[in-house]
């Protein structure tokens, strides 16, 4: 994707919006011949409304290009409020895009499953009817994000939700994708051991995925109280119990999934070779260090991750680590010298086997640091996102807004490697 003003914190080789407002990953996959991202977009503003689904593809992961919207509000329909979160499935030899379709933003009681298909000219036909409805549960609310799997040779889906006591994951039956059957609930906050448990009014996104022989449950949760909105995603690993009438989640390892504080509602997509990939959303400067006025200037907001491969560690924790595919993003050498690397490249990455100090440093020689780890990791950052990768714990994603005259400064330990992060020409 080219840049497209000088703006010392846009990415160059993330998927983001053309212009506007970008949230959640959604509709991954791979289909005629490329790979395909959604994401919930609002094009005519830097803060969240009007949502509908943009679009991008690749050949490689690595050149990005934007398509045609995918999925739009349409006035006085079931999706008059917007087209939430939802994922892309196979559907008899094509594609369907299974989305929350919400008739009235203000009220998420209106979301309910549409399922879109492919008409002729290769665009998105929205349908008039629900796959399913919003449940008629006591005290469940906010049941959206839909997520779709097999299980035992079985299309089932689950959902987010909320409960009186804590997050909760719905599961339904999906082999008619067009009429789906309530099954009960995978997972509830309340059921999970203590200390495992998430917290959370509402779980999100939901992501389930088989590892290896374990099962992984991914829960973005929200929770509102009387100070800031807190958010942050869990990933559980444990095993499945078919023996009910509805799939039962039994956690047993839970993982916090990124230790930085800007990602959230990543969506998982299992490839052909059996790897779990996932992007997540990286969200603009929610601890106000770059302000509103100036995102608005700049014109975009959000944006998505690299792509990540899901493992999981020895004891049964998930990490994520950077898509072996990025590997061909691959520029001009940087020179690291005792021990020191100081660059005002937009894009770049390092790694080192004994542990790195990432800062900022002005001409003044002031610094600001950013972050740091004792053992070896790799760090890619391009333009204002930084993420970074240690073998055993995981990532850790942050937002650096570095203003001008300010350059990058890494001080690393043990063997170490730096270069340019460069797309490829085609």
Do not use: K
Request: net charge negative.
């Amino acid at each position: 994707m080219e840049q497209r003003t000088g703006d010392l914190h846009e990415p160059r080789w993330h998927v983001r919006a053309p212009r506007g407002w970008l949230n959640d990953p959604n509709g991954i996959g791979r289909w005629d011949g490329r790979w395909h991202v959604m994401y919930q977009w609002n094009p005519d503003d830097t803060v969240w409304g009007s949502i509908r689904w943009g679009h991008a593809s690749s050949v490689d992961l690595l050149r990005w290009e934007h398509e045609p919207v995918a999925l739009t509000p349409r006035s006085g329909t079931l999706d008059a409020g917007g087209a939430w979160s939802g994922v892309a499935v196979p559907d008899g030899g094509d594609v369907a895009l299974v989305y929350s379709a919400v008739r009235d933003a203000s009220d998420t009681g209106t979301a309910g499953v549409a399922v879109a298909r492919r008409g002729a000219d290769g665009g998105w036909v929205q349908p008039d009817r629900l796959a399913a409805p919003h449940p008629d549960l006591p005290g469940v609310v906010d049941v959206r994000d839909p997520f779709l799997l097999t299980v035992a040779g079985r299309r089932v889906a689950v959902q987010g939700a909320g409960t009186p006591t804590g997050g909760a994951v719905l599961v339904h039956d999906a082999d008619d994708l067009d009429r789906w059957r309530l099954l009960g609930t995978l997972l509830r906050a309340q059921d999970v051991p203590t200390g495992l448990a998430s917290p959370g009014h509402v779980w999100e996104c939901p992501q389930l995925v088989q590892v290896g022989d374990r099962w992984v449950l991914l829960v973005s949760w929200f929770e509102r109280g009387d100070g800031p909105e807190r958010l942050g995603v869990t990933a559980y690993t444990g095993g499945l119990d078919l023996t009910g009438a509805a799939p039962r989640f039994v956690p047993e390892v839970a993982t916090v999934v990124d230790h930085g504080p800007d990602l959230y509602a990543p969506q998982a997509y299992v490839t052909e070779d059996g790897r779990v990939l996932l992007w997540g959303w990286s969200w603009e400067s929610r601890d106000g260090t770059r302000p509103a006025d100036e995102v608005a200037a700049a014109g975009w907001a959000g944006l998505l991750t690299c792509p990540r491969e899901l493992a999981l560690t020895p004891d049964g924790r998930a990490v994520m680590r950077p898509a072996a595919e990025l590997a061909g993003l691959r520029g001009a050498p940087l020179d690291v010298e005792q021990g020191l690397l100081v660059t005002d490249e937009p894009a770049w990455r390092v790694a080192a086997s004994g542990g790195l100090v990432v800062s900022l440093v002005d001409d003044a020689g002031a610094t600001v640091d950013v972050w740091q780890t004792d053992g070896p990791a790799e760090v890619l950052v391009d333009g204002s996102l930084l993420e970074a990768f240690e073998p055993d714990r995981g990532s850790t994603t942050r937002r650096v807004y570095r203003r001008p005259g300010q350059r990058w400064r890494v001080a690393v330990a043990g063997d170490a490697a730096a270069h340019v992060l460069r797309v490829p020409p085609a």
